[in-house]
C-alpha cells in the first residue's frame, strides 16, 4: 500500500486541449541531423549558431554544411548573440565563454568560479550586460529526473557586465531552464517543474503550463516556448505519495526514476516499462509517454494560441530551444539529435 499520509494539493495543470489539441506537426517537418544540439541562437548576419556537444557550429543557410565556429573543453549549456555579434557560450561546470563574430575569444566577461552550478541559457541586456540563468543541478542528463522530485530552489538568475561585476538578481528560483527579455528589457525565466514563467521577483506571469518548460524566445508577435516533455499524469499523482517518492530516491539509481525522459526509445530497465500502451506492436499515439515533443506558441502576454507536437509515437521529443531563422521557426529536438524546420505557425504569424 502506498503511504497516502502527507499528501500535497497542487492547481491543476493546463491539458493539451482547445488551441493545444494533439497534432503531429513536428514529426511533418523537415530535420537536419546535428550531433548532441542544445541550443540554437541567430546572428545578426544571418547565420545560425547551433550547440554540437562541446562546440558550437554554424550554418550559413539550411542544408548547407555546418562550419566550426568554436571548440570549448566541456559540453556547451548555453548559447546567446548580441545586437552587436558578440557570442556567449554557457559551459558544463558553471564556466562562460565569450567570442566575438568571428569566432575569436573576448577579454572581460570574467564569471567568477563558483559563481553558477549550470548555465542553462542567457541574454544581453545590453552590450554591457549579460543575464544568465543558473538552473543550480551539476549534472545536466539529471535535471528532468532530479527538478521533478525536489523542492529547493536551487537556480538563480544572475547579471554578469563587462567588467565581470556580478549581481544575484533572483536566488531562489526552482530549476530555471529558460530566459527572454520582454519589450521593456525585463527579464522572464520559465521554470521546468513548476510550470510557470515568472518576473525578475520570481512572481508568476503565467502558470498552469502543460510542459516540462526548456527556453522562451520572443518573437514580434509574441513567444514561442520550448517544452522538453508533457506533464505527465502518472509523476503529478506521485507528488502526493510521499512515502513512495522516498523509497524511490532512496533505492533507485537517478536514470531510472519516474520522471521526464529526453529520449523515446523504449527499454525493459525502465520503471513500468514507460506505461508504454501498444496494439499489435505498435506505439499509439495516445499511449503513456514520459517523454514528448512540444512546441508552445503564444501572445504577446504569454497565453498559449498554439503548438507543434510529437506525440507517443513519434521520435522528435524533448525540444530544448527555438528560434526564428530566415522567416521560419527552427526547433531543436534532443530526442531525436535534429534541428527541425517548420513553417511559421497559423497561431502566431
Given at each position: 500500500?502506498?503511504?497516502?499520509?502527507?499528501?500535497?494539493?497542487?492547481?491543476?495543470?493546463?491539458?493539451?486541449?482547445?488551441?493545444?489539441?494533439?497534432?503531429?506537426?513536428?514529426?511533418?517537418?523537415?530535420?537536419?541531423?546535428?550531433?548532441?544540439?542544445?541550443?540554437?541562437?541567430?546572428?545578426?548576419?544571418?547565420r545560425?549558431?547551433?550547440?554540437?556537444?562541446?562546440?558550437?557550429?554554424?550554418?550559413?543557410?539550411?542544408?548547407?554544411?555546418?562550419?566550426?565556429?568554436?571548440?570549448?573543453?566541456?559540453?556547451?549549456?548555453?548559447?546567446?548573440?548580441?545586437?552587436?555579434?558578440?557570442?556567449?557560450?554557457?559551459?558544463?561546470?558553471?564556466?562562460?565563454?565569450?567570442?566575438?563574430?568571428?569566432?575569436?575569444?573576448?577579454?572581460?566577461?570574467?564569471?567568477?568560479?563558483?559563481?553558477?552550478?549550470?548555465?542553462?541559457?542567457?541574454?544581453?541586456?545590453?552590450?554591457?550586460?549579460?543575464?544568465?540563468?543558473?538552473?543550480?543541478?551539476?549534472?545536466?542528463?539529471?535535471?528532468?529526473?532530479?527538478?521533478?522530485?525536489?523542492?529547493?530552489?536551487?537556480?538563480?538568475?544572475?547579471?554578469?557586465?563587462?567588467?565581470?561585476?556580478?549581481?544575484?538578481?533572483?536566488?531562489?528560483?526552482?530549476?530555471?531552464?529558460?530566459?527572454?527579455?520582454?519589450?521593456?528589457g525585463?527579464?522572464?525565466?520559465?521554470?521546468?517543474?513548476?510550470?510557470a514563467?515568472?518576473?525578475?521577483?520570481?512572481?508568476?506571469?503565467?502558470?498552469?503550463?502543460?510542459?516540462?518548460?526548456?527556453?522562451?524566445?520572443?518573437?514580434?508577435?509574441?513567444?514561442?516556448?520550448?517544452?522538453?516533455?508533457?506533464?505527465?499524469?502518472?509523476?503529478?499523482?506521485l507528488?502526493t505519495?510521499?512515502?513512495f517518492?522516498?523509497?524511490?530516491?532512496?533505492?533507485?539509481?537517478?536514470?531510472?526514476?519516474?520522471?521526464?525522459?529526453?529520449?523515446?526509445?523504449?527499454?525493459?530497465?525502465?520503471?513500468?516499462?514507460?506505461?508504454?500502451?501498444?496494439?499489435?506492436?505498435?506505439?499509439?499515439?495516445?499511449?503513456?509517454?514520459?517523454?514528448?515533443?512540444?512546441?508552445?506558441?503564444?501572445d504577446?502576454?504569454?497565453?498559449?494560441?498554439?503548438?507543434?507536437?510529437?506525440?507517443?509515437n513519434?521520435?522528435?521529443?524533448?525540444?530544448?530551444?527555438?528560434?526564428?531563422?530566415?522567416?521560419?521557426?527552427?526547433?531543436?529536438?534532443?530526442?531525436?539529435?535534429?534541428?527541425?524546420?517548420?513553417?511559421?505557425?497559423?497561431?502566431?504569424?
Amino acid at each position: 500500500m502506498m503511504n497516502l499520509v502527507g499528501r500535497t494539493k497542487n492547481p491543476p495543470a493546463m491539458t493539451l486541449e482547445g488551441v493545444l489539441g494533439p497534432n503531429s506537426r513536428l514529426d511533418e517537418a523537415e530535420g537536419l541531423a546535428i550531433d548532441g544540439p542544445d541550443a540554437v541562437a541567430v546572428h545578426p548576419d544571418g547565420r545560425l549558431l547551433v550547440s554540437s556537444g562541446k562546440q558550437v557550429v554554424v550554418l550559413p543557410s539550411w542544408g548547407a554544411a555546418s562550419e566550426r565556429f568554436a571548440m570549448l573543453d566541456a559540453a556547451v549549456t548555453a548559447l546567446c548573440v548580441s545586437r552587436s555579434g558578440q557570442v556567449a557560450v554557457g559551459l558544463e561546470g558553471g564556466r562562460l565563454a565569450m567570442f566575438d563574430s568571428s569566432g575569436q575569444p573576448l577579454n572581460g566577461w570574467e564569471l567568477p568560479a563558483g559563481q553558477a552550478v549550470s548555465v542553462v541559457d542567457c541574454a544581453f541586456r545590453s552590450d554591457d550586460e549579460l543575464l544568465l540563468v543558473d538552473c543550480g543541478y551539476p549534472v545536466a542528463r539529471e535535471v528532468l529526473a532530479r527538478a521533478a522530485w525536489d523542492a529547493e530552489p536551487r537556480g538563480k538568475l544572475l547579471s554578469l557586465r563587462r567588467s565581470g561585476e556580478v549581481e544575484v538578481i533572483h536566488g531562489k528560483l526552482h530549476a530555471p531552464m529558460g530566459l527572454s527579455l520582454d519589450q521593456a528589457g525585463r527579464p522572464q525565466v520559465s521554470l521546468l517543474e513548476r510550470a510557470a514563467i515568472v518576473d525578475e521577483r520570481g512572481a508568476a506571469i503565467r502558470s498552469g503550463l502543460p510542459g516540462y518548460l526548456g527556453r522562451l524566445r520572443q518573437t514580434q508577435q509574441g513567444y514561442l516556448l520550448a517544452c522538453l516533455a508533457r506533464r505527465d499524469p502518472l509523476i503529478e499523482f506521485l507528488k502526493t505519495e510521499r512515502g513512495f517518492v522516498a523509497t524511490m530516491k532512496d533505492t533507485v539509481d537517478v536514470a531510472h526514476w519516474i520522471a521526464p525522459r529526453v529520449s523515446p526509445e523504449f527499454s525493459h530497465d525502465f520503471p513500468i516499462e514507460l506505461g508504454a500502451t501498444r496494439l499489435f506492436g505498435e506505439v499509439k499515439p495516445w499511449a503513456p509517454s514520459f517523454s514528448y515533443g512540444l512546441l508552445i506558441e503564444m501572445d504577446a502576454q504569454l497565453v498559449p494560441v498554439g503548438s507543434l507536437q510529437s506525440r507517443a509515437n513519434g521520435r522528435r521529443h524533448a525540444i530544448s530551444d527555438v528560434a526564428i531563422w530566415d522567416e521560419a521557426i527552427v526547433a531543436v529536438s534532443k530526442g531525436s539529435g535534429e534541428l527541425l524546420k517548420l513553417a511559421r505557425g497559423c497561431s502566431v504569424s
